[in-house]
Nanobody
Framework: QLQASGGGLAQAGGSLRLSCKAS????????LGWYRQAPGKQRELIAN???????NYAESVKGRFTISRDNVKRTLYLQMNSLKPEDTAKYYC?????????WGQGTQVTVSS
């Protein structure tokens, strides 16, 4: 239902854009989010966006990352600028649901110093 892509290797200060293509639910009516998990750490929510387009960010990415959505393309995006080595993690898109969250398969982002 959620297919993430766009990860890769970037240098510190560089940019990447992640995409998450959705299927199987009414995309425009759902809040969505991006999580990340670094080795040895818990998965953390870094950004989310409501069906109405209201966004929230973790302090660690605020001002550098931008979450957005295209309801026609059924795609969630995460624009990541000014990347830091500590942004290295596997990134997951998420659709929260009281009946069980849906997760993408994850896409690896590695930032070199």
């Amino acid at each position: 239902q959620l297919q993430a892509s766009g990860g890769g290797l970037a240098q510190a200060g560089g940019s990447l854009r992640l995409s998450c293509k959705a299927s199987g639910f009414i995309f425009r009516l759902n809040s969505l989010g991006w999580y990340r998990q670094a080795p040895g750490k818990q998965r953390e929510l870094i950004a989310n966006i409501t069906s109405g387009g209201i966004t929230n960010y973790a302090e660690s990415v605020k001002g550098r990352f931008t979450i957005s959505r295209d309801n026609v393309k059924r795609t969630l995006y995460l624009q990541m600028n000014s990347l830091k080595p500590e942004d290295t993690a596997k990134y997951y898109c998420n659709r929260p649901s009281p009946w069980g969250d849906a997760w993408g398969q994850g896409t690896q982002v590695t930032v070199s110093s």
